[in-house]
């Protein structure tokens, strides 16, 4: 079967940095997605991996290591607007999104 | 950012109602998705369309039918609605990016209840 596994929740410090790991099984890979999602809101795109390595976007990096099915996303200089849930999904063999069930950050002053 | 819409934002319906969720799109992206989403559950995939011709069955389209309308239309219908579909439905839309992601952005949802 196709899983992918996020922490369920999160607590950091405004101002610090938190990191948000995905693991994943799926039948084959062709990229990896972090959306965010805001209560009640649609999830937007943050980043895309598709080779191993670090992808930086401000204050938000994202890692990826294919050999061992892991990705994080990095979050710097948190704000209260960072506290939302970070969707890992991942594209198969079949070009489709799998997605992980989320991670909810709640960002504390 | 209205690039994708969908209508209505609400609804509650009756077990054994038909019911339609509307989605359009001004991206002009070829490929269309619908999915559902309930708590402590990832997005899961019911339908969707790479072009006005293509309409694919994704992970969970039974109890679901689509029909796409034009580019920029893409319907879900529930043709019998039951309480196990209660649940905040998303359409997307995606093409071709720079980088070959077809990253999809998402219409704002459907909050749907079954009673």
């Known amino acids: 079967g196709q899983n992918i596994d996020q922490p369920t929740e999160m607590t950091a410090t405004e101002g610090a940095i938190v990191q948000i790991n995905c693991t994943y099984q799926?039948?084959?890979?062709?990229?990896l997605f972090w959306y965010q999602q805001h209560a009640g809101e649609a999830p937007t795109f943050l980043s895309y991996n598709v080779l191993d390595g670090l992808e930086e976007k401000g204050r938000f990096s994202s890692f990826l290591s294919r050999s061992k099915g892991y990705s994080y996303l990095l979050l710097k200089e948190l704000q209260m607007k960072d506290s939302a849930s970070y969707l890992c999904?991942?594209?198969?063999?079949?070009?489709?999104?799998?997605w992980g069930a989320g991670t909810k950050l709640i960002i504390k002053p | 950012d209205a690039d994708v819409t969908q209508t209505p934002r609400n609804r509650i319906t009756k077990t054994g109602k038909r019911i339609m969720l509307e989605c359009s799109q001004t991206k002009g992206h070829d490929r269309m998705y619908w999915y559902r989403q309930d708590p402590g559950l990832g997005l899961r995939l019911i339908y969707y369309?790479?072009?006005?011709?293509?309409?694919n069955k994704g992970e969970i389209s039974d109890g679901y039918s689509v029909s796409r309308q034009a580019q920029a239309k893409f319907s879900l219908s529930l043709e019998s609605a039951i309480p196990n579909q209660t649940a905040l439905y998303f359409c997307a839309t995606s093409a071709k990016s720079a980088d070959s992601s077809y990253e999809q952005y998402f219409g704002p949802g459907t909050r749907l209840t079954v009673t």
């Open positions: 999904a991942v594209k198969d063999s079949n070009y489709q999104l799998i």
């Open positions: 799926t039948s084959g890979f062709n990229g």
């Open positions: 369309s790479f072009d006005v011709k293509d309409i």
